[in-house]
Nanobody
Framework: QVQLVESGGGLVQPGGSLRLSCVVS????????MGWYRQAPGKQRELVAT???????NYADSVKGRFTISRDNAKNTVYLQMNSLKPEDTAVYYC??????????????WGQGTQVTVSS
């Protein structure tokens, strides 16, 4: 089994920063593309940022210049550094990863989500 566990969410004032982490664990053979998505109340889940195993990144226009995605392949961990946070960044943030195990081909897995609230 593969598990993704996010951490680092919380309440922050506008203009503040947070760093999210997501650890992938289990009988992992390799991790491939990883990313962060978010879902605000009443809205669809949307892409925030993705990163390939080779560190190529992609960002939603709304977070470019403010958020930075990175990964540590040795630790099977992906990070999201969020700076200059705005109230509209408030959402549940979900980590996802494409993972192959010793018993299965590549599949997409999701974390349980971590709440980020930006409010004064």
């Amino acid at each position: 089994q593969v598990q993704l566990v996010e951490s680092g969410g919380g309440l922050v004032q506008p203009g503040g920063s947070l760093r999210l982490s997501c650890v992938v664990s289990g009988s992992i053979f390799s991790t491939y593309g990883m990313g962060w998505y978010r879902q605000a109340p009443g809205k669809q889940r949307e892409l925030v940022a993705t990163i390939t195993r080779g560190d190529s990144t992609n960002y939603a226009d709304s977070v470019k210049g403010r958020f930075t995605i990175s990964r540590d392949n040795a630790k099977n961990t992906v990070y999201l550094q969020m700076n200059s946070l705005k109230p509209e960044d408030t959402a549940v943030y979900y980590c996802n990863a494409f993972v192959s195990t010793y018993s299965d081909y590549v599949k997409r897995y999701w974390g349980q989500g971590t709440q980020v609230t930006v409010s004064s």
